[in-house]
């Protein structure tokens, strides 16, 4: 009987440049490989690290531009008054209040150190973010598929495709610049600049060829590192997923806006 293992063609370990090589050369491979040796600390930490980083390089090269830092207040003014109007509705604040809060908050955002504060809070809260979505996936994989790796194992399926993520980072930025506008992401919604506050808008959010190759990536990971012989399953998990959570966000971005799933 054909056995998972049988694939590997070397008993040796793999470096970690080998496994970004490998990542978008030979991903069945490399994964298959790596799922033959303990989880490493370094092929989780040091790609999502380098991703958080390249989100706060971006941001700080987009705020040195006036027309996009323009635009990057005017999201943050937007989302201050939305839950600034959420509070006057529920008669928890007074409209004066309002107005005083609301002019602090713009006062607040052209601080420094409100700046540092902010990059500081997208590390922490990206690793935060990154332990709970990658202990969603290990539960799934665990005990709904039944595969045999662990949370480290998911730490690393999950941190590896930071790599993608880097890639996408870099075009966004780029893109920003030579169209003059704000983008998050190279999705078709932010390339013709249509409204995600739609359902069309929203599905064409979605519609990012980096973010999906990265999906395809994260699925072939964790199928080859929880030791499977279907990928198929794996492509359901991460994209069944993907979608239900894309689904009830945009439900949730409609009861509550000021939560801006969409942008």
């Not at 700046?115 to 922490?124: D, E, M, N, V």
């Not at 332990?131 to 998911?154: N, R």
């Not at 495709?161 to 870099?170: A, D, F, R, S, W």
């Not at 012989?229 to 979608?243: A, D």
Request: aromatic share 14%.
């Amino acid at each position: 009987m054909e056995t998972f293992n049988q694939e590997i063609q070397e008993d040796t370990e793999l470096g970690h440049s080998d496994k970004i090589i490998g990542l978008f050369s030979e991903p069945n491979l490399t994964f298959q490989k790596m799922s033959g040796y303990p989880a490493r600390t370094i092929d989780w930490l040091l790609p999502l690290t380098l991703l958080l980083c390249m989100i706060v390089l971006s941001r700080v090269l987009i705020m040195q531009n006036p027309d996009l830092a323009f635009q990057v207040k005017q999201q943050q003014k937007e989302g201050m008054e939305k839950t600034l109007d959420t509070q006057l509705e529920k008669k928890q604040i007074t409209a004066e209040q309002k107005e005083e809060r609301l002019n602090q908050g713009i006062e607040n955002m052209n601080r420094p150190i409100f700046q540092f504060l902010g990059y500081i809070g997208i590390i922490i809260g990206g690793f935060i973010i990154f332990f709970i979505i990658s202990g969603v996936y290990f539960l799934i994989a665990k005990f709904v598929l039944k595969g045999q790796g662990t949370y480290a194992f998911a730490l690393v399926a999950h941190g590896m495709t930071g790599y993608i993520g880097v890639i996408q980072i870099i075009l966004a930025t780029i893109l920003s610049y030579i169209l003059g506008r704000l983008l998050n992401d190279i999705s078709i919604a932010s390339l013709i600049n249509s409204d995600k506050t739609t359902i069309t808008g929203y599905i064409l959010s979605k519609l990012d060829v980096i973010f999906i190759w990265s999906f395809l990536i994260l699925s072939i990971a964790y199928a080859k590192l929880f030791k499977s012989l279907s990928t198929g399953k794996y492509y359901g998990m991460v994209f069944g997923l993907w979608i239900a959570w894309s689904v009830f966000s945009f439900w949730l971005g409609k009861v509550i806006p000021w939560l801006n799933f969409s942008k």
